[in-house]
């Protein structure tokens, strides 16, 4: 088949081409994100798209409309799609469900060790010839309470890494995971967990249900002086609200690798652009704040396994009309 790959970085292209070794499918990359203005652009029968692609109804309308059956997301989130759209199409839309937990889940870690002893501004300081202690005062993680919402493979993984350090595990999910208990998690409600948690971190997919979950009232239930951290999805925070709690002192500390309008900002390098975001510069402000481009899934391993999951998909579309790993309307519910 011949693939658009939209959104492509010189990683995405080697990791792709890698698993492309046979040379089955022919892909054309494109460095452009699909949007209304770049659907023209699309060649072949599939097209390989990533988390800021869009992909509303009226941009699966011109992509049915120029022979593309298959919409192959290479990535585990699907909110960028319209699937009642794809549905009524007749378009195939698939994803990589699984890449490495290990990568987000150690990365949430890292954010967490970082923003508890400030290495970001310890960092800063030494290089600066300023080696004094003050304002860089942390916390033992051990014996801390640690919040999880959404314990999927990547949420138990976090859960495991954290027990290591000692910590007390709550978590919330409608479907409580087995696994989470086993290491010892206390399922609980979202108010409970956000009132008993000094650190609370979010893997849960975006959703309906999930749109805006922690929102201000959600941060009027959560302790005093908390950490927040966010590698899931952008929208599942009110990013206004976490600047007011973070002025207010109600959360002492914010890492966020994922950010609600990121499809114009991550991803691409603006170092000589004046950012127009007034939000995104806002957070920028906050020294206890740290953001990174959502780069929790780098890991040579991840990138391995999402081309090659993808092309798996594209390899059993064209052989059998399904693709191994199929997103349908019914996750919407």
């Known amino acids: 088949m011949k693939i658009t790959v939209y959104s492509t970085k010189s990683y995405d292209r080697r990791f792709l081409e890698a698993a492309n070794t046979d040379q089955r499918h022919e892909l054309y990359f494109l460095e452009a994100?699909?949007?209304?203005?770049?659907?023209?652009a699309v060649q072949g029968s599939a097209v390989c798209v990533f988390v800021n692609d869009e992909l509303d109804a009226r941009v699966l309308a011109?992509?049915?409309a120029s022979g593309v059956r298959l919409v192959a997301l290479r990535c585990a989130g699907f909110n960028n799609v319209d699937l009642v759209a794809a549905?009524?199409?007749?378009?195939t839309v698939c994803r990589v469900p699984e890449y490495s937990?290990?990568?987000?889940?150690?990365?949430t870690v890292a954010l967490v060790l970082a923003l508890n002893r400030k290495t970001h501004r310890a960092y800063a300081r030494v290089r600066e010839g300023n080696f004094a202690l003050d304002g860089l005062l942390g916390f033992d993680l051990h014996g801390k309470t640690v919040g999880i919402i959404?314990?999927?493979k990547i949420g138990t993984v976090f859960a495991r890494i954290m027990g290591g350090f000692g910590c007390t595990l709550y978590a919330h999910d409608p479907h409580p995971n087995e696994e989470c208990v086993g290491l010892g998690a206390r399922y609980v409600s979202l108010r409970d967990l956000l009132g008993a948690s000094d650190i609370v971190s979010l893997h849960c997919p975006l959703t309906p249900q999930t749109h805006r979950l922690i929102d201000r009232q959600?941060?009027?239930?959560?302790?005093?002086?908390?950490?927040?951290?966010?590698?899931?999805?952008g929208a599942v925070v009110d990013t206004v609200a976490l600047i007011e709690g973070l002025k207010t002192g109600l959360i002492a500390s914010l890492g966020l690798d994922v950010y609600e309008e990121e499809?114009?900002?991550?991803?691409?390098?603006?170092?000589?652009?004046?950012l127009h975001d007034d939000?995104?510069?806002?957070?920028?402000?906050?020294?206890?704040?740290?953001?990174?481009?959502?780069q929790a899934f780098f890991t040579t391993e991840a990138l391995s396994t999402i081309a090659a999951t993808t092309l798996a998909n594209v390899n059993a579309f064209a052989e059998t009309g399904r693709a191994l790993h199929e997103v349908s309307t019914e996750r919407l519910a």
């Open 33 to 40: 994100r699909l949007t209304a203005a770049t659907v023209p």
């Open 87 to 91: 549905q009524e199409l007749g378009l």
């Open 218 to 233: 959600a941060l009027r239930t959560m302790r005093h002086g908390a950490m927040l951290i966010n590698t899931s999805r």
């Open 101 to 107: 937990p290990y990568s987000v889940a150690e990365h």
């Open 279 to 294: 939000v995104f510069a806002r957070l920028l402000t906050f020294p206890n704040v740290i953001i990174t481009a959502h």
């Open 62 to 64: 011109t992509l049915k």
């Open 150 to 152: 959404g314990t999927g």
């Open 263 to 274: 499809a114009d900002l991550f991803f691409e390098n603006l170092s000589d652009q004046v």
